[in-house]
């Protein structure tokens, strides 16, 4: 896995949330925060625990866990409280081969507040199929970004700054190059180590191809597609609906052309996943015209779902 010659350079950070930074300025100085406001769920019911012991690990496991997430500073950027990335971290254990190694799945989801409205929208839904790690009570959860040390803290670090890449996409064009290219940098790192999830032929939707999909030049169609889906669709929609569906239409074209190039993409497959829903509310009080461009391009894009894209056009 060769590091790429950087592309983009990061512009200013947009402020993520206004109704925090009216209050920052009434108040005078703010409260800087962490990035991340980060929920964890351990679910180990599929494991066999018998003593009370047993279960107390995976309390402390969640603590551990979302201390590492939520209490670093992750850039040296300024967030207020109100700002923070707000993001859901599941796992499931599903093996315990030996006494602090599990082995399950992780699903990650994060969102992002839209302009004027009390609404928060899934910016980005990942499930990691490979999620193997070792954790033994009251070890300290060491990190270095530049060596591999565990993969717990690893996985945990690469997508704590996938979140933050893909979320700064949504506020600025290209805006997360600099996260992104730190979870490039922890993924490059783990090809060495004897952990699944890293390498490219270990299967076609893990850690290795999120990130080469986030940093292919072949997928720069779909990151300035985050930024004016969320910021000149979402974030002004209210202001003025046709106009916005109208940039959506363009939006899922260069979605359409990029699927040509790198079909069957794991960013492209999650996204839709994740948006589906969202998509099929926008375009359901569309005229029908746009509604019937809006199924015939998500169906190119996504047919497991054309069922469900269906209620575009009813």
């Not at 090809?191 to 990130?211: P, S, V």
Request: aromatic share 10%; hydrophobic share 40%; proline share 4%.
């Amino acid at each position: 896995m060769k590091k790429p010659t950087p592309r983009f350079n990061r512009p200013t950070r947009t402020l993520r949330r206004w109704g925090s930074l009216g209050a920052c300025l009434l108040l005078g100085s703010p409260l800087l925060a962490q990035e991340l406001n980060c929920t964890v769920t351990i679910d180990a019911s599929q494991l066999v625990t018998v003593q009370v012991a047993e279960k107390q690990v995976f309390v402390e496991m969640k603590r551990a866990i979302q201390d590492f997430i939520n209490n670093r500073r992750w850039t040296n950027d300024a967030f207020n409280p109100g700002e923070r990335i707000n993001c859901n971290l599941v796992l499931t254990l599903l093996r315990s081969p030996a006494i602090g190694s599990f082995e399950g799945t992780a699903q990650i989801q994060s969102s992002r507040p839209i302009h004027g409205t009390g609404y928060e929208t899934v910016l980005f839904g990942f499930i990691d199929r490979e999620f193997q790690f070792q954790y033994i009570q009251s070890q300290p959860m060491d990190f270095n970004e530049n060596v591999f040390t565990s993969n717990l803290t690893s996985a945990l670090a690469f997508y704590a700054y996938v979140v933050l890449g893909v979320d700064y996409d949504s506020f600025g064009k290209l805006g997360g190059s600099a996260p992104l290219q730190r979870a490039f940098a922890i993924a490059n790192n783990a090809q060495q180590a004897n952990e699944k999830g890293w390498k490219a032929f270990e299967d076609n939707r893990n850690r290795y191809w999120l990130i080469e999909n986030l940093m292919s030049q072949q997928m720069v169609p779909f990151r300035e597609g985050v930024y004016t889906y969320h910021r000149l669709v979402l974030d002004a929609f209210n202001a003025d609906p046709e106009k916005a569906r109208g940039q959506l239409l363009e939006v899922l074209n260069q979605l359409k052309q990029m699927n040509q190039l790198k079909p069957a993409s794991v960013l492209l497959n999650s996204y839709l996943d994740a948006k589906a829903n969202e998509l099929i509310g926008i375009f359901k009080e569309a005229s029908p015209l746009d509604k019937q461009r809006a199924y015939a391009l998500l169906v190119e894009l996504d047919p497991t779902k054309t069922d469900r894209y269906q209620q575009i056009t009813e």
